[in-house]
């Protein structure tokens, strides 16, 4: 197990597989892949290239674009719920008819 000063937890399960370091609140993973093609790696480092960045910042913003779920569209939950219902004529649905209320309870009754 591996640990730093300053409030610093380390959590490795396994060889080298995973580290949590936190710091200040904040989580951070640490991730080693092993057995990766060097040619996966060279695309990779173009890529990082081209978009003018590390590799490591290219490979955490490729992650979290597959891996976090985005939205529909992009659009807000108001709009979303909008789109499902925007076919439905409310004018066509049945309205219940209305029963009357029951009883309060009488508390000054023993």
């Known amino acids: 197990m591996?640990?730093?000063c300053n409030n610093?937890?380390?959590l490795a399960s396994g060889y080298n597989d995973f580290i949590a370091i936190t710091l200040g609140g904040n989580i951070m993973a640490s991730l080693t892949v092993r057995n990766l093609d060097e040619s996966v790696?060279?695309?990779l480092r173009l890529r990082a290239t081209q978009?003018?960045?590390s590799m490591e910042e290219e490979v955490r913003q490729i992650l979290t674009e597959v891996v976090q779920p985005s939205s529909p569209k992009g659009l807000?939950?108001?709009q979303r719920v909008q789109q499902r219902f925007a076919g439905l004529d409310a004018q066509a649905l049945p309205i219940p008819a209305r029963r009357p209320g029951r009883t309060p309870?009488?508390?000054?009754?023993p």
């Open 2 to 4: 591996w640990c730093s």
């Open 8 to 10: 610093a937890a380390a």
């Open 41 to 43: 790696k060279n695309s």
């Open 51 to 53: 978009h003018g960045c």
């Open 76 to 78: 807000a939950f108001v």
């Open 105 to 109: 309870p009488d508390w000054t009754a």
